[in-house]
């Protein structure tokens, strides 16, 4: 996957993000978090776009994962399957800003 895909990817994830309201949005945004604090143990925070490219290629089970525990019952299992792609692609787009080579 080259890295402009992914930066497309990421920014359809935070756009949608931004489009939930509620209490969707509040357990939305925490799962975001969540696959942030997971970024930040696989990558640290010192890391290039391209690095997180790479590890954005092999996240979809680890996100799922994350998303998963992370979620509040009931039920984990379908909030994991139904918002794992929304939460992974907005959380790489907004832990992308902390990149040693972010450009707008």
Request: charged share 30%; aromatic share 6%; hydrophobic share 40%.
């Amino acid at each position: 996957m080259t890295l402009d895909v992914a930066r497309h990817q990421w920014a359809d994830g935070l756009r949608r993000l931004g489009t939930e309201r509620g209490d969707r949005a509040r357990q939305l945004a925490d799962l975001v978090d969540a696959v942030q604090d997971e970024l930040r143990r696989r990558i640290g925070q010192t890391f290039t776009l391209s690095e997180l490219a790479d590890a954005y290629a092999g996240s979809e089970d680890w996100v799922r994962d994350v998303v998963v525990e992370s979620a509040p019952p009931p039920p984990r299992a379908q909030a994991g399957l139904r918002d794992a792609a929304l939460v992974g692609d907005a959380a790489f787009a907004s832990y992308a800003r902390g990149a040693t080579d972010y450009r707008p």
